[in-house]
């Protein structure tokens, strides 16, 4: 906890030395509101930052940085992308921590199978009793996760993909049955991109492919890690990240920039923060039917509010008989029908 100490105490220090002017100088008790508030949300984003980089920061690291150049090794012997062989490890070994392992150095959960002739040990999985294999060095499992998918029929197909393609090495994987868990492919894909482990399968093309990949990563960034698109209001929206603009974004979903901004009720000049929801047509006149109306939560402004159940702003305002000058007070109910 040391460490989240450390940034919460940081995190007052500059929400002061931000804030005081505005308290200073403005007087007036909606600015004074929305200072607090913003300070609140300062501080939480700053803290849940913290936290999260101590997750990220400890035996995922740790696995990431021992094991990296046994997964491109083998990428560059068996055309299995990095991203894959590291995230198959870190999911099924715990990072490394799992018995099986610690004690028999098995990192991929491969069981025994009728042409296993080495080493064995028996743990209960999907039943008891279960027998897997044991190897003197994770090396030789890294070596046999690869001749495993290298020499089975039913992952055949995979060989096909580009070694850049580790969705649809993850999802094929699970469609050849290499785990019971329905969520498999979506898990390998959260961790090889929240970990950033696509990086690793560039090594495995030929220096003329790799130039021309990064290239077209410069141009195309979205290609590696693709925005998903979710559904509200019966709406389609992504989540914008650290780093996104209006322009990348409209090249993605091929949209028109402008016709983004407008669709979100914002000015051409306006950053785009991570977490903001970005509508890709007109939003609607209206919430849909299961939200008659809401309740404003502390944080909220109009904006927020519209962007939330998927209804164009001046419609919000019109629907509640408010002007644009109108400041939501924490507890007042507005209509969104």
Not at 56 to 83: F, G
Not at 98 to 107: E, G, I, P, Q
Not at 191 to 212: F, T
Not at 297 to 302: A, K, L, Q, T
Request: aromatic content about 12%.
């Amino acid at each position: 906890m040391e460490h989240v100490n450390f940034v919460t105490k940081i995190t007052k220090e500059l929400v002061i030395s931000i804030l005081l002017p505005n308290f200073v100088a403005n007087s007036m008790k909606n600015h004074m509101k929305h200072s607090i508030r913003l300070a609140v949300c300062l501080c939480c984003l700053l803290l849940t930052c913290a936290v999260q980089a101590q997750r990220r920061n400890s035996a995922y690291n740790a696995y990431i940085k021992q094991y990296a150049p046994l997964a491109v090794e083998q990428m560059k012997q068996h055309k299995i992308p990095a991203s894959i062989t590291l995230a198959q490890g870190l999911l099924e070994s715990g990072a490394g921590r799992s018995t099986l392992a610690r004690k028999s150095n098995n990192h991929f959960g491969i069981k025994c199978h009728r042409d296993w002739r080495g080493r064995r040990v028996y743990y209960d999985d999907d039943a008891r009793g279960e027998c897997f294999r044991a190897y003197r060095h994770p090396r030789d499992s890294y070596e046999d996760h690869s001749l495993f998918l290298k020499s089975g029929p039913r992952y055949a197909f995979l060989f096909k993909l580009s070694i850049t393609d580790y969705k649809g090495w993850a999802r094929g994987l699970k469609k050849a049955g290499y785990a019971t868990d329905r969520s498999y492919a979506n898990r390998l894909i959260t961790i090889i991109e929240d970990y950033d482990l696509y990086k690793y399968d560039v090594q495995g093309l030929s220096k003329r492919a790799a130039r021309k990949w990064e290239k077209l990563i410069k141009k195309k960034p979205w290609l590696v890690n693709p925005h998903q698109v979710y559904l509200a209001n019966g709406l389609a929206y992504v989540v914008a990240r650290e780093g996104d603009d209006f322009r990348l974004l409209g090249k993605e979903m091929d949209i028109s920039w402008k016709k983004l901004v407008k669709y979100n009720d914002l000015h051409k000049d306006y950053t785009l923060e991570a977490g903001d929801i970005i509508y890709l047509k007109e939003k609607c006149k209206k919430a849909d039917k299961k939200y008659p109306y809401c309740i404003v939560r502390d944080g909220d402004s109009m904006h927020t509010i519209a962007q939330r159940y998927g209804i164009r702003l001046k419609y919000l305002y019109k629907m509640n008989k408010k002007d644009v000058d109108y400041v939501p007070e924490v507890g007042d109910r507005l209509r969104l029908r």
